[in-house]
């Protein structure tokens, strides 16, 4: 225990003493966090829109008042001619183009039935149906209230709830995306880079002959790590209720198991890199394209698994970054427990066994060559 | 009482597949010995270190290093002995005493006597104020005699010393060889390899492996007489002209 203590305390001196790795650890997971809270939202707002109004009535100005009013929306332009729509989307000033045909109130009232044009920049397709959507919805609201003192025949009425994320906030997508690559990254990397580094310098053959077995020389390596990455995931949880404003449903303890439980998957992937390889080099490489590529990819967290062909679909279920994010969206957005999540940690902590068994009998076989 | 023989082999074969890498070697290093392991590279030097750290199990035959056996008691010799290789083994990132106190620590010294053995060695080696500073900035030969003592701060009964004077300077040779005869004089039995055929001179007693097996043993006097050349260097030509392997 004491020999463990001492590498331990060894093992954190490493780490202070190399900027490099303290940056990873704690500048990475606020960077991160930041970024995706306040700079890569995918939240649409305050869109610019140009209004092309050939009516120019109350109504119409109505409208225009609503949309330049609502949070997604920002009237930066009024066009004179269809001409020059092509015109301000080749500049990019705009996102959408609002088209009001002549007599646009008259019609309404009297013929009750007019037109609007919307015209969306669908080089970015998302954000084109984005405000496409939230602008027929106010125009939508319009109309029903223009409606309401009259009867009409047929309408159905639409109630919409947004269960567990009632606000549409993109946090609680990307919070618990955040806690999974930043896991990855750190369990997987930082320990094979840290373990084969030893190996680069010649340290790992005195450690060897040293009178720690050979798996506690692992253990001991891991175990540091284990550490940072669970503060790690307190950090990003706090920047998640104090600056994010995401309240955390579940119940904490269960969502630290589950991450205790995920951080050692991932040491287990770093242990597996760390004795295939001799160099740092190598290590990050593997880390990078053969761990955290496919975690990006897979884990559901930018990309909807549903809309993939079917082979990659399949493919997802063998990345364990998918099975995390499953858990910890369920435990931190929808509130569930821990019988709602029994299927996938069972299916990551049998990953895990895997991994870890691997990389043991890889070891050992190392040894003896 | 302690045996006289701290190293004893008989026989001692290690095969990879088809590849015997050691083949059937036997030889006795006494206490406080210092054991040239000499060989080209390739010759099997290494192998037969790794059986005799406890790293490896041999194939066949017999070894036994401080009393213990190597196929079953490799943990115990690991206690007993020290290692340091040519790739050197401090940790750079560490200051002087950090790794001291390290490398004391997975020895399980005590905190009480590993804090009295470093300043003990800090003041041995007149490091006092690089005591405190990153070992990754101190030139080679400091880290290499820092190394050495390392690697026997705990008193093994023996210490395997893999190529340790490689790239370094004739005087800092020189005085590492005197910390070795230091460390042999307090009965430490040093087993050293070496490229430096000077460096054999040095040694009570050499062997010379030529492809697994030993070709020659005993004390560099005697051998130069056997073979009737003026120097080791002779010695080591005339044997490893004959190999058939190499590296």
């Known amino acids: 225990m004491k020999v463990f203590f001492a590498f331990v305390k060894k093992e954190f001196w490493h780490v202070i003493r190399d900027k490099r790795s303290l940056i990873i650890l704690i500048g990475l997971p606020i960077v991160m966090m930041l970024l995706f809270g306040f700079a890569l939202t995918s939240e649409v707002k305050n869109s610019n829109i140009a209004i092309l109004d050939f009516s120019k009535d109350p109504a119409t100005k109505t409208l225009v008042d609503r949309i330049d009013q609502s949070q997604y929306f920002t009237v930066n332009k009024y066009l004179n001619s269809e001409k020059e729509i092509e015109g301000v989307f080749r500049k990019g000033e705009v996102r959408l183009v609002l088209i009001f045909p002549q007599n646009f109130e008259n019609d309404l009232s009297k013929d009750k039935k007019t037109q609007v044009r919307l015209v969306a920049d669908a080089s970015d397709p998302n954000t084109a149906n984005i405000t496409i959507n939230y602008a027929s919805a106010i125009i939508r609201d319009y109309q029903n209230e223009v409606n309401e003192n009259k009867m009409l025949p047929y309408a159905i009425e639409m109630e919409t709830r947004m269960l567990y994320n009632p606000q549409l906030k993109s946090s609680y997508n990307f919070v618990p995306g955040v806690m999974t690559l930043i896991m990855m990254l750190l369990g997987a990397m930082m320990t094979s880079v840290s373990i084969v580094k030893e190996k680069e310098m010649g340290t790992m053959e005195i450690l060897l002959v040293s009178p720690m077995k050979p798996i506690m020389v692992l253990i001991s390596k891991a175990v540091p790590y284990m550490v940072l990455c669970f503060l790690d995931i307190i950090l990003i949880l706090l920047m998640a209720v104090y600056i994010l404003d995401m309240p955390i449903q579940g119940s904490l303890v269960l969502l630290l198991a589950e991450s205790l439980l995920f951080i050692i998957t991932t040491l287990s992937l770093g242990l597996l890199i760390s004795v295939n390889v001799n160099s740092q080099q190598v290590a990050m490489f593997i880390s990078l394209v053969a761990l955290l590529m496919p975690s990006l990819i897979f884990s559901g967290f930018m990309f909807p698994i549903e809309n993939m062909p079917l082979p990659l679909q399949v493919m997802s279920n063998l990345i364990p970054t998918k099975w995390y994010y499953s858990i910890m969206k369920a435990i931190m957005v929808k509130g569930l427990s821990f019988e709602f999540v029994l299927k996938q940690t069972l299916i990551l902590a049998g990953m895990t066994v895997f991994f870890l068994s691997i990389a043991i009998k890889k070891f050992k076989i190392n040894l003896e060559a | ?247």
């Not at chain 2, 007993?80 to 399980?108: A, D, P």
């Open chain 2, 1 to 247: 009482m302690m045996p006289e023989i701290v190293i004893h082999t008989e026989n001692l074969t290690r095969r990879f597949g088809d590849f015997v890498a050691v083949n059937n070697i036997s030889f006795d290093v006494k206490v406080g010995e210092i054991f040239g392991f000499l060989g080209a590279n390739g010759a099997g030097k290494t192998t037969a270190m790794k059986i005799l750290c406890g790293l490896l199990s041999p194939s066949s035959g017999v070894a036994t290093v401080a009393g213990f056996d190597v196929y079953k008691e490799n943990e115990r010799i690991k206690e007993n002995i020290g290692y340091m290789s040519q790739k050197f083994s401090l940790y750079e990132n560490l200051t002087v005493r950090e790794n001291i106190t390290f490398f004391g620590g997975i020895y399980g010294i005590d905190r009480k006597s590993l804090k009295i053995k470093s300043e003990e060695l800090i003041q041995r080696l007149g490091l006092g104020p690089e005591a405190d500073k990153l070992v990754g900035s101190l030139p080679l030969g400091w880290k290499q005699k820092i190394s050495f003592s390392v690697a026997i701060l705990h008193n093994p009964k023996v210490v395997f010393l893999d190529e340790p004077t490689g790239g370094v300077d004739p005087i800092t040779r020189r005085q590492f060889w005197d910390m070795i005869y230091e460390a042999s004089a307090k009965g430490i039995t040093v087993f050293v390899t070496t490229h430096y055929m000077d460096e054999a001179e040095y040694c009570d007693r050499v062997s010379i492996m030529v492809d697994g097996a030993i070709a020659a043993i005993g004390k560099p006097s005697e051998l130069k007489q056997q073979f009737g050349v003026e120097n080791m260097d002779g010695v080591f030509l005339q044997l490893a002209r004959g190999a058939k392997r190499s590296e």
